[in-house]
């Protein structure tokens, strides 16, 4: 049987960010995304791709319009996640979400976004966050992308912060079929099941 680490007491109780420094010098961060600010920057997606780069342990979205063949893209931006943030932190707090979106899907006898993307290989901007919050509902759904800084965590660990920032990033509206295939994509991908096997010391709320 593991035992915990022991923790100190909560250094922030309320707003977006609770957190507890553990005895071995590692943090317990909590995140409230209710309390967050929604990112003021949007996009809007009819499909996807994401790959990982498996040297920087990076996944890269491909977020983007397509041809009308569904074979290409016509636009898209990027954005960078590291593995475990995507494929570990973000898919333990996802399995509600999807069953919401599957639920939804079953109701309006709608079928996941059919078409599998390569990861287009033009120039494009990049975005980098290390949070996700995903909404889904009937007509639409959305990603919203955070960052909290490693200059953040180092400072509230060393007791120089009682509250840590999240900054908003940048929010993706797609519709519902496609939010089905972006977690798909994640349920399949063969690192999914490394990352999940690594320590987490983070916990979305």
């Not at 983007?64 to 995507?86: C, N, Q, T, W, Y």
């Not at 007509?139 to 955070?146: P, Q």
Request: charged residues 20%; neutral net charge.
């Amino acid at each position: 049987m593991k035992r915990k680490n022991k923790t100190t007491a909560l250094a922030q109780t309320q707003g977006a960010v609770q957190f507890e420094k553990c005895a071995d010098g590692s943090m317990q961060i909590k995140f409230d995304f209710s309390h967050l600010p929604e990112p003021s920057l949007y996009y809007y997606a009819d499909c996807l791709a994401f790959r990982v780069d498996t040297d920087n342990q990076m996944v890269v979205l491909s977020l983007g319009r397509s041809a009308a063949d569904r074979k290409s893209f016509i636009d898209h931006i990027e954005v960078v996640m590291p593995v475990d943030k995507l494929l570990r932190d973000f898919w333990k707090s996802a399995r509600d979400i999807e069953a919401t979106v599957d639920q939804i899907l079953r109701a309006q006898d709608w079928l996941e976004f059919p078409f599998r993307m390569d990861p287009p290989t033009g120039p494009t901007q990049a975005f980098y966050a290390n949070l996700l919050f995903m909404a889904v509902g009937i007509g639409e759904s959305s990603l919203d992308f955070y960052q909290l800084s490693p200059r953040q965590i180092h400072f509230a660990k060393g007791g120089l912060l009682n509250e840590m920032q999240v900054l908003p990033v940048l929010r993706v509206a797609m519709s519902t079929p496609l939010s089905k295939r972006f977690l798909s994509e994640i349920a399949h991908h063969p690192a999914r099941q490394e990352a999940q096997q690594r320590p987490n010391g983070v916990v979305h709320a």
